[in-house]
């Protein structure tokens, strides 16, 4: 696991692309503590940072072929490796090294881009033909490593994570991209390809790009995977399940590669104590992390801890207090790079660090909800789709009773997403503002720009899904690389811990995308398939139990402990422009009276500023803060 920096120029590297591409490794110097390397040649420049996982001597980079042809800058695993390296042996290719870095190189230079469909793993990485003056970026299936890239005129520069381009000398600075903040406001995040700057990128999930230096910097973006969800009524129930289980049995096996310690997050729900369980049989002396909070209904200790005796393992148990939760905040925002409401970001940090004290590698349940309909909308598109089959004049009829219902009544939401196409309700796992509170709130508001606008393409793909599969396909494509994974990777790496999740492996989404719905959302439950396959290894409390998904007492804190803090960030805001801070007032003020729940929208509201604050209003002492060691 690694973070990298680096700049290609067609009219040649200058002495102020070396300086910023060494400031912007160190930048990142918490994704690769253990080793500081930079290549330099005419158009190119790497600058690397090495967290030491695998091949603990001879993994260094950037790796130079013998022939100085390729240059190969990489951040990831790639668990195949071996297999790959094996064949390339038997064909009469010699190693120097037992790296991945190595074989990718290999592949490159014998089959061109086409090497990255046979990579097993979670990787982002860099290709410089030397002698065809061509680059080659890659980024794995699902997003796992990200990997940012800015285009000019004379060039591409490219960074590990986005805070990197505070010290990209040609760079303007940081900014609001107007349309995207209007969308943050709806998602709680800004969904890849895009940064809330509208001038940084993302490398898309599963793609790669080629550009091409001797037709004057000649840019394509491929994509070379796509997940693509069927239903298999051909195989019978136990066949799926056996499949399923020998898919993530040998994925979890795969993600224990490693020449470290590794560890496992361990919440009270299914997915991690699947990955628990089969990682402590490879591994009796895993040790099991878990994070609580000390308000009733917000913990996961006890239930984690009668999971962990059910398995034998070692569990250490981490208790959050408020202190711990302000104190560590903006920390948080910052390491985030892009502003990103989820209220789990600090008890993700929190944990994250707890377990970089004990191990380097940390396996993560991630990524089931989204292969196998875990989360409740999913159970609830079932009555939804039986509402939206009804006539026309009905539904027109059910939304006008809706609208007459107060906000608590049981059954509103269920009608009200009965009524209107998946298409134009569904943006993923996180809906915050409508666009009537956005008018309300925004300065910057703008009538032509809708959130359907971000969801509209990835609908054109999803053909006859079912409404279950159209809700994962969009799940897949905005919630899981933009949210899921960025909190997943930045906030362990902000410690130096690389973050595995076995679930998002190809071999298992293959078992996956076979499954009916009926397999995934049966007898009053969801991933029933899944917590069937593995009920043998698990207590039975722990296979029915729902999920909770790192819960944060953020709705219960605003109403008190946090009024006054969170009231002091909006009114100190710097981002006025684009908030109106009165307004924002209002809402914390209504959702501590207790009559509206507007937890949701004021945590976006405060993410927003404080990202404003340190990437925009205050980047001078945020660089400055860097360069000390201080962030």
């Given at each position: 696991?690694?973070?990298?920096?680096?700049?290609?120029?067609?009219?040649?590297?200058?002495?102020?692309?070396?300086?910023?591409?060494?400031?912007?490794?160190?930048?990142?110097?918490?994704?690769?503590?253990?080793?500081?390397?930079?290549?330099?040649?005419?158009?190119?420049?790497?600058?690397?940072?090495?967290?030491?996982?695998?091949?603990?001597?001879?993994?260094?980079?950037?790796?130079?072929?013998?022939?100085?042809?390729?240059?190969?800058?990489?951040?990831?695993?790639?668990?195949?490796?071996?297999?790959?390296?094996?064949?390339?042996?038997?064909?009469?290719?010699?190693?120097?090294?037992?790296?991945?870095?190595?074989?990718?190189?290999?592949?490159?230079?014998?089959?061109?881009?086409?090497?990255?469909?046979?990579?097993?793993?979670?990787?982002?990485?860099?290709?410089?033909?030397?002698?065809?003056?061509?680059?080659?970026?890659?980024?794995?299936?699902?997003?796992?490593?990200?990997?940012?890239?800015?285009?000019?005129?004379?060039?591409?520069?490219?960074?590990?994570?986005?805070?990197?381009?505070?010290?990209?000398?040609?760079?303007?600075?940081?900014?609001?991209?107007?349309?995207?903040?209007?969308?943050?406001?709806?998602f709680q995040y800004v969904s890849e390809p895009d940064t809330i700057s509208g001038d940084i990128f993302i490398l898309p999930k599963g793609s790669y790009m080629l550009y091409d230096g001797k037709k004057d910097g000649k840019t394509d973006i491929l994509t070379y995977y796509k997940p693509v969800f069927s239903q298999n009524k051909t195989s019978t129930y136990l066949q799926k399940k056996a499949n399923l289980r020998k898919a993530v049995e040998s994925s979890v096996?795969?993600?224990?590669?490693?020449?470290?310690?590794?560890?496992?997050?361990?919440?009270?729900?299914?997915?991690?104590?699947?990955?628990?369980?089969?990682?402590?049989?490879?591994?009796?002396?895993?040790?099991?992390?878990?994070?609580?909070?000390?308000?009733?209904?917000?913990?996961?200790?006890?239930?984690?801890?009668?999971?962990?005796?059910?398995?034998?393992?070692?569990?250490?148990?981490?208790?959050?207090?408020?202190?711990?939760?302000?104190?560590?905040?903006?920390?948080v925002i910052y390491h985030l790079d892009s502003p990103m409401a989820d209220p789990s970001v600090v008890a993700i940090y929190l944990i994250s660090r707890e377990a970089a004290k004990h191990v380097k590698v940390i396996l993560s349940g991630e990524g089931s909800d989204e292969l196998f309909g875990g989360y409740r909308q999913y159970a609830s598109a079932i009555p939804a789709a039986k509402i939206y089959s009804l006539p026309s004049f009905i539904k027109s009829f059910l939304m006008i009773l809706a609208r007459l219902l107060p906000e608590h009544v049981k059954g509103k939401g269920l009608i009200t997403r009965g009524c209107v196409p998946i298409e134009q309700r569904f943006v993923g796992n996180a809906f915050v503002f409508s666009e009537n509170e956005k008018r309300g709130i925004l300065r910057t508001y703008d009538s032509n720009v809708h959130f359907t606008q971000r969801t509209k393409d990835i609908y054109t793909q999803v053909g006859d899904y079912t409404m279950i599969q159209k809700m994962q396909h969009c799940d897949l494509n905005t919630w899981l690389p933009s949210d899921i994974l960025v909190k997943g990777d930045r906030l362990s790496m902000a410690h130096s811990l690389e973050a595995r999740v076995p679930y998002l492996d190809k071999e298992v989404f293959k078992a996956a995308r076979e499954l009916c719905d009926s397999d995934k959302i049966s007898k009053d439950t969801t991933k029933y398939i899944l917590r069937d396959a593995f009920a043998d290894i698990l207590n039975k409390e722990t296979v029915m139990r729902p999920k909770l998904g790192y819960p944060v007492p953020v709705r219960t804190w605003l109403k008190d402990e946090l009024y006054d803090w969170a009231a002091e960030i909006i009114k100190e805001s710097t981002a006025d422009e684009y908030i109106d801070s009165g307004e924002a007032l209002k809402l914390l003020e209504r959702h501590r009276n207790g009559k509206y729940d507007y937890y949701k929208h004021i945590w976006v509201i405060l993410t927003f500023i404080t990202w404003y604050k340190l990437y925009v209003t205050d980047a001078k002492t945020t660089k400055n803060r860097i360069l000390n060691g201080e962030l």
């Open positions: 696991m690694c973070g990298f920096a680096g700049y290609y120029k067609k009219a040649g590297i200058t002495d102020e692309n070396k300086l910023s591409a060494r400031e912007m490794s160190y930048s990142i110097r918490h994704r690769g503590p253990d080793l500081d390397r930079v290549y330099e040649c005419e158009k190119l420049i790497f600058a690397f940072r090495r967290l030491s996982i695998i091949d603990l001597e001879g993994g260094g980079q950037p790796f130079i072929s013998d022939d100085g042809r390729f240059i190969c800058v990489y951040n990831g695993e790639i668990y195949n490796y071996l297999e790959l390296k094996s064949e390339l042996e038997k064909k009469g290719h010699c190693f120097k090294t037992n790296s991945e870095v190595e074989v990718m190189v290999t592949l490159y230079s014998l089959y061109g881009a086409g090497f990255i469909s046979r990579l097993r793993g979670m990787f982002a990485f860099v290709i410089y033909d030397k002698e065809n003056d061509f680059l080659m970026a890659g980024r794995d299936p699902f997003g796992i490593k990200p990997l940012y890239y800015r285009k000019d005129s004379d060039g591409i520069v490219f960074c590990s994570e986005m805070k990197g381009y505070f010290f990209d000398k040609n760079y303007k600075g940081f900014d609001v991209d107007k349309a995207l903040l209007q969308h943050y406001l709806t096996e795969y993600h224990m590669l490693a020449d470290v310690p590794v560890g496992s997050f361990l919440s009270s729900g299914v997915d991690s104590a699947i990955i628990t369980a089969i990682a402590s049989k490879i591994s009796p002396g895993i040790k099991a992390f878990t994070i609580g909070f000390d308000v009733k209904g917000y913990s996961e200790l006890e239930d984690a801890a009668a999971i962990s005796s059910h398995l034998d393992i070692d569990h250490i148990k981490l208790q959050c207090t408020l202190k711990d939760f302000t104190d560590n905040y903006e920390r």
